[in-house]
């Protein structure tokens, strides 16, 4: 069946992703891919187009984890330089929901078709001595590079080896290639070097010392992943996956939507001038604080962190406001959400306004990393990470969120 196309930018849901796939296959130009936006926390995803390669002769020389690519992140032509390590496919089993050029485009790299059929191992079926040599390799290269890279390399090495991400007729040969990538690991930590290839016969012989915090972070994200591509059905919040998973999900083109979006088709939103014009008030006075702020950054550096966090305020409660007053109302998995790229998604399906999501995407990343010192840079805390013009940028690009939403809501009320 034809379906339309989604739009680059939307959300995907992690269920649908290729995890198991080594990121060491270059994406070609033109390329359908999926990031992951840096600073949002919980992990969010969303579909880009590759539009070149940006990667040096010095940068290959450092070993393929160091490629870097354009790519285009949303319908308005918003470009950014992507690490390859930020960068994922969608599992082949997913595609059918992508519009016929688009799925495609997306599985047309014959490298990267040749590395889904081999899997994890390098040449053909994976033995345990194969994954070990690879092992040793990722690993060895994860140390050559900045730490920040290393840390996204390490993420995604632990959810490719991880036993619960494979079948279970593989899992007893995952477990102890998960081992060893453990121990392999510590060990570079510890010693600057790998496990000897002639100490102990599976990799298990030796054990670390000490216990790295970052293994329980991504041991559980990883479990939080297991289903992926298991056909197992599970439910999450207030939308259902099991209807996709059965195979119950309709067709027609707009059946992506409800896919990309993780909500049953037969969930109605709520309509409400009432509401929209609560949440719009809220919202105009959000407004006059970011503008105190903007002023106070002039002299307060700490302001500049504050202002950030409102402008994202402002847009997600302009948005929701927008959305009361639209005809198909707010959904409540979006009520409860501060995901401003789902909801600008919304509003521009309902209000066929296609310039809102440029202004959104400046603030998107401001809702934890404003605040929290753990959610930002690795350096420095909030008040000291956000500049005056980075609050500036945001306060404009909120106004203008408000503008449209504003437009749309008296011609509503017109209605």
Not at 116 to 140: C, H, Y
Not at 158 to 187: G, M, R, V
Not at 211 to 225: I, M, V
Request: net charge negative; glycine share 8%; proline share 5%.
């Amino acid at each position: 069946p034809q379906h339309s196309s989604p739009p680059l930018g939307c959300d995907i849901p992690v269920d649908k992703l290729n995890f198991a796939e080594d990121p060491t296959v270059p994406y070609r130009c033109g390329e359908y891919a999926v990031y992951r936006v840096p600073g949002r926390e919980p992990p969010s995803f969303i579909l880009v187009r590759v539009v070149k390669e940006l990667t040096t002769e010095e940068q290959l020389s450092l070993g393929p984890y160091n490629r870097h690519f354009l790519i285009e992140i949303d319908m308005d032509g918003s470009e950014e330089d992507a690490s390859i390590l930020d960068l994922f496919k969608l599992q082949a089993a997913h595609e059918e929901y992508l519009s016929n050029d688009m799925a495609l485009t997306l599985s047309s790299n014959p490298s990267r078709a040749s590395q889904a059929e081999e899997g994890p191992g390098e040449g053909g079926a994976l033995t345990l001595e194969k994954a070990k040599q690879q092992i040793r390799r990722q690993v060895r290269e994860a140390f050559q590079l900045a730490p920040t890279e290393k840390k996204k390399l390490h993420r995604r090495l632990c959810l490719i080896w991880h036993p619960d991400k494979h079948s279970p007729e593989h899992k007893d040969l995952y477990t102890k290639a998960f081992q060893f990538f453990q121990n392999e690991w510590q060990h570079w930590e510890e010693h600057g070097k790998g496990i000897p290839e002639n100490h102990g016969t599976e990799g298990s012989s030796w054990r670390p010392q000490r216990w790295s915090p970052w293994w329980g972070d991504w041991e559980s994200e990883a479990r939080y992943y297991r289903y992926s591509g298991s056909g197992r059905s599970r439910s999450r919040g207030s939308g259902s996956w099991r209807h996709w998973y059965s195979g119950s999900r309709s067709g027609g083109s707009g059946s992506w939507r409800n896919w990309f979006s993780g909500s049953s088709s037969s969930e109605h939103g709520t309509t409400s001038m009432h509401e929209a014009r609560r949440w719009f008030s809220q919202t105009n006075s959000d407004l006059e604080l970011a503008r105190k702020q903007i002023h106070a950054g002039l002299d307060q550096v700490a302001s500049n962190a504050l202002a950030c966090f409102l402008a994202q305020q402002v847009v997600e409660k302009a948005l929701k406001a927008g959305l009361f007053a639209s005809n198909s109302g707010l959904r409540t998995h979006l009520l409860h959400s501060h995901d401003i790229t789902a909801l600008a998604f919304s509003f521009q399906q309902t209000s066929s306004n296609h310039s809102v999501y440029a202004h959104t995407s400046i603030v998107q990343d401001y809702y934890l990393p404003t605040r929290y010192p753990n959610r930002g840079a690795q350096s420095g805390i909030p008040c000291e990470n956000f500049d005056h013009q980075q609050a500036v940028k945001a306060f404009e690009a909120c106004e203008e969120v408000v503008h449209i939403v504003s437009q749309f809501i008296d011609a509503q009320k017109g209605r």
